[in-house]
């Protein structure tokens, strides 16, 4: 007899943004929860999609420009794997001197 199989779960992630992200979501954080298939693994690529389904178009031509920590840390390839509960925070480019 074989191992009841799991039922697909989901993975809750803080999203907080920053300056213009956060002009352009509307909000400064929210919690985006992604289904994690079983076997799989959700990723940052997988949390940011569901981010901009959350929004309109405003938030979408804003994230292509975006750099993004997981839980305080640079995301280089969004490929990563994210666990449930993390942090990810969307900073666009800033201008200053």
Known sequence: MSAP???VGTVA????????ARAAAGVPEETVRVAKPDGQVVTAADVIA??????DEKLARV??????LL???????RGVTVPDGADL?????????
Request: with cysteine.
């Open 63 to 68: 994230l292509p420009a975006c750099s993004f």
């Open 13 to 20: 992630v803080r999203v907080r943004y920053f300056a213009g």
């Open 89 to 97: 925070d969307v900073l666009p480019p800033f201008a200053g001197g």
């Open 50 to 55: 569901a981010a901009q389904q959350l929004h």
């Open 5 to 7: 199989a799991e039922h």
């Open 71 to 77: 839980d305080g840390v640079a995301v280089r390839d």
